[in-house]
Nanobody
């Protein structure tokens, strides 16, 4: 199970940290990723993390960072310099089909991830 939290309203240029707390599995053993979705759009993959590597799409590099607290079994998405176009529902997801993957990707889309959190809403005011 994945529990996403930390969403809210932030001004343009501001920062926010989202949390994804996992239960029932250990986040260091599997890929965990962050996606986002706006109304009428497909769910967009942003970043993912394995035990040893991270991957990010180009458009958020330098602004978004994925990290992990092993003791809390939690993955974070730290976002800075937020823009109005970053407003979305943010989801964390895990791929439990591959244990101890070396690398991860979000480019293959949401269907490669089989466990999802409930989403947390991020609103960016201009």
């Amino acid at each position: 199970q994945l529990q996403a939290s930390g969403g809210g309203v932030v001004q343009s240029g501001g920062s926010l940290r989202l949390s994804c707390e996992a239960s029932g599995f250990t986040v260091t053993d599997y890929t965990v990723a962050w996606f986002r979705q706006t109304p009428g759009q497909e769910r967009q993959g942003l970043l993912c993390i394995t035990s040893s590597k991270t991957h990010s799409i180009d458009s958020v590099k330098g602004r978004f960072t994925i990290s992990r607290d092993n003791a809390k079994n939690t993955v974070y998405l730290e976002m800075k310099d937020l823009k109005p176009e970053d407003a979305a529902i943010y989801y964390c997801a895990a791929d439990l089909s591959v244990r101890n993957p070396v690398e991860c990707t979000v480019h293959l889309g949401p269907l490669t991830y089989d466990y999802w959190g409930q989403g947390t809403l991020v609103t960016v005011s201009s």
